[in-house]
């Protein structure tokens, strides 16, 4: 079974349409790409992050990389879709086990065409005095530039451009806490948002 859900879509071919008279292209998040959950209680977090993913992943058509604290246990999973010898990008879900806190959301992360489209965010959510929660970066895992910000409700949301993409032969591998939260530039991650 391979997956054929819009979150294991691509954008890297497309190109959106021109407008203005430099023409300019419309600058817009255009693809829900990535979302981020977190849970220690419910039963697909827990079984997701345990390490191998034998069932899980061949059950959901992903493989995942694995992130684990100093003392091996299980942090969380990056999962992306098996699409086979297809490209696609690093993640498409990351489960996470948040220590002491009830199942939720974390965090959406939109895909835009390109640094130009993320930059143009930013001053744009700049110039509107929107909160920024972190960035403009590049991860380690993943190399994603991204570029969060607070909702007027304190969630986050992450656009970002230019990620690692992987085949179904790129084998999984297990990162550490301190990767998950690494910059390859950019502003080191926070510890909390206010």
């Not at 819009?6 to 255009?30: E, Q």
């Not at 220690?40 to 069932?55: C, F, G, N, S």
């Not at 965090?107 to 993320?118: G, T």
């Amino acid at each position: 079974m391979k997956c054929e859900a819009a979150l294991c879509g691509s954008l890297h071919p497309f190109r959106g349409p021109f407008s203005g008279l430099f023409h300019t292209p419309d600058r817009v998040p255009v693809q829900l790409a990535q979302v981020v959950h977190g849970s220690i209680e419910q039963p697909l977090a827990a079984a997701a992050v345990e390490p191998a993913h034998a069932e899980p992943a061949s059950t959901l058509a992903v493989t995942s990389d694995e992130i684990q604290f100093p003392n091996g246990s299980a942090l969380g999973a990056f999962l992306r879709c098996d699409r086979g010898p297809e490209p696609t990008d690093h993640h498409s879900v990351f489960l996470v086990q948040m220590p002491g806190g009830a199942p939720g959301f974390h965090h959406a992360a939109y895909e835009v065409r390109d640094l130009d489209d993320l930059m143009a965010g930013h001053n744009h959510l700049q110039r509107k005095q929107h909160r920024s929660a972190w960035g403009v970066g590049r991860h380690t895992l993943g190399s994603q530039v991204f570029d969060y910000w607070l909702d007027p409700w304190g969630r986050q949301l992450e656009h970002w451009t230019d990620g690692d993409l992987f085949t179904a032969e790129d084998a999984p591998h297990v990162a550490t806490v301190q990767e998950l939260m690494g910059t390859q530039w950019g502003p080191a991650a926070p510890t909390a948002h206010s």
